[in-house]
């Protein structure tokens, strides 16, 4: 199994700023393994925020986030980061970590997920 623990989530104020960390663990986490981020927010479906390549040299983001949140993770920690600036309300969300085969991750269909942590933006 595959652990992932999500923190770092919180309440801001729109325009702040948060750094959200996934942690992964577990005998079978493949260092191959491409990790990313979702967020699901009251009556929405669980959305792709972005993903990032077990290299960490190639990353993906969805057009809400682009050029305000940034991915990043530390091969040796087996973490992920997810850097978010410029927050707004709409970034509202429960935030889950995923990891797995990079097109799954994309697909929103990975075998990996944490339990999620809740981010809060107000106005």
């Known amino acids: 199994q595959v652990q992932l623990v999500e923190s770092g989530g919180g309440s801001v104020q729109a325009g702040g700023s948060l750094r959200l960390s996934c942690e992964a663990s577990?005998?079978?986490?493949?260092?191959?393994?491409?990790m990313g981020w979702f967020r699901q927010s009251p009556a929405k479906e669980r959305e792709f925020v972005a993903v990032i390549s077990w290299s960490g040299t190639s990353a993906i983001y969805a057009d809400s986030v682009k050029g305000r949140f940034t991915i990043s993770r530390d091969t040796a920690k087996n973490t992920a980061y997810l850097q978010m600036n410029s927050l707004k309300p709409e970034d509202t969300a429960v935030y889950y970590c995923?990891?797995?085969?990079?097109?799954?991750?994309?697909?929103?269909?990975?075998?990996?997920w944490g339990r999620g942590t809740q981010v809060t933006v107000t106005s």
């Open positions: 995923a990891a797995d085969n990079g097109p799954d991750v994309v697909a929103g269909s990975p075998r990996s």
């Open positions: 577990g005998p079978t986490f493949e260092e191959s393994y491409a």
